[in-house]
């Protein structure tokens, strides 16, 4: 009945908070990242848009899938450990860490915003970052530091190679399981399937699935932009229905042509030309 259902997924969930303050502890980054969902009517207008509730059960599917992806790259790394290269096929998941030079422009941004951010050497650690996000949680530059800090961020993709995953802070980690079906997963799940019942991998099978994480990696960029160019579309058509009125906003950039300014409830995004702010004269300093 109900009430089993209830005490299995309440394990699970304190389970997943277990999982998620591991994590945590060894550094893996946590970005609130906001998802703009749109009520359109019966034309496909949007009449409403609003940002979706991340709630706790979304975390803790998340955590279990994390889990599954952690161990199924760390059984097949230990399984094919000190055999040839051929034999130690597979496809990981990983995420570099960024650059330096990109984290010192995050440094001097900070800096001018009035944050210190301490790092421990050339080699940053996710949990300097982890640190950061942390201390500016509720702030009203919290969104402002989150974009700037996924800016300076390396991208995650789809390798051979295995060189870890530094925002999820794991050494071992791929893409298995999704609740959206990508083809990494499916790639995954058959060199998984020669491991468990030994039969070797091709040398041209190695080389087209090393071709194939170069391009599912390019085409996960563009899912992405078309994802973000989609949900722009709709802001600016919803949008284009309230021109007139006056709205709340957080000011997400500047630039020398004006600020980039954000809608509050809907998080459309615009530009404010500078020759629009009438009231005085203004002056841009990068630094």
Not at 131 to 143: S, V
Not at 164 to 193: C, K, N, Q, W
């Amino acid at each position: 009945g109900a009430g089993v259902h209830h005490t299995e997924l309440s394990l699970l969930a304190t389970l997943g908070l277990k999982l998620r303050a591991v994590r945590t502890k060894n550094g893996a980054l946590e970005f609130e990242t906001d998802e703009v969902r749109f009520e359109l009517d019966e034309t496909g207008r949007p009449i409403r848009a609003y940002v979706k509730d991340r709630l706790e059960t979304m975390k803790m599917i998340e955590d279990w899938m994390l889990l599954a992806n952690q161990e199924v790259a760390r059984f097949v790394s230990d399984k094919v450990k000190g055999k040839k290269p051929i034999d130690q096929t597979f496809i990981y998941r990983v995420h570099d860490s960024p650059k330096s030079d990109r984290i010192e422009e995050l440094r001097i941004f900070l800096k001018a915003i009035g944050h210190d951010f301490e790092t421990h050497s050339d080699q940053i650690h996710s949990k300097d970052i982890g640190k950061l996000l942390r201390n500016i949680k509720g702030t009203p530059e919290e969104a402002v530091i989150q974009m700037a800090t996924l800016r300076s961020m390396a991208k995650a993709v789809y390798s051979h190679k295995n060189i870890g995953h530094f925002s999820l802070a794991f050494t071992h980690y791929t893409h298995f399981t999704s609740p959206i079906r990508r083809y990494a997963d499916v790639m995954v799940h058959r060199i998984l399937e020669s491991h468990l019942d030994g039969s070797p991998i091709a040398q041209d099978e190695l080389q087209s699935y090393q071709r194939t994480a170069m391009y599912v990696s390019e085409r996960e960029v563009a899912a992405v932009e078309a994802e973000r160019d989609s949900t722009k579309y709709k802001q600016v058509e919803y949008m284009s229905t309230r021109i007139g009125e006056t709205f709340n906003g957080v000011i997400t950039g500047v630039t020398e042509n004006g600020l980039y300014v954000a809608e509050k409830e809907t998080r459309a995004e615009g530009m404010v030309h500078v020759s629009t702010l009438k009231d005085d004269y203004y002056h841009f300093v990068p630094k």
